[in-house]
């Protein structure tokens, strides 16, 4: 995967998220999709990120992943001698937490 070469990832949104309309209720969950650009490897693809929402005391909680294949972005699915086979993607997860400053 070349981390030494390319060791970050990076996601940027090209599309404004909509909060609930809705006051927000402490542990309900609202789920959403966020779209941007994943940049992996040095490549560029549009993306969707599905998100779950979750307010939790005085913290907002956001969780989320996004599916990628890695020919998509120029690399191969890393071998291994005694593994048969490794499919060509996965997925970057990720967690937010937002607080009123």
Known sequence: M????F????????DAIDLPSEPVVEGATYDDTANGDLTVHGV????QADLQARLVGDTIVVVGSIPFTF???????PRAPIVLSVADGGS???QLFFRRA
């Open 44 to 47: 560029t693809q549009p993306v």
């Open 92 to 94: 970057t997860e990720f």
């Open 71 to 77: 020919s998509d972005y120029g690399m191969r699915a």
């Open 7 to 14: 060791p970050t990832a990076t996601f940027e949104l090209t």
């Open 2 to 5: 070349e981390t030494n070469q």
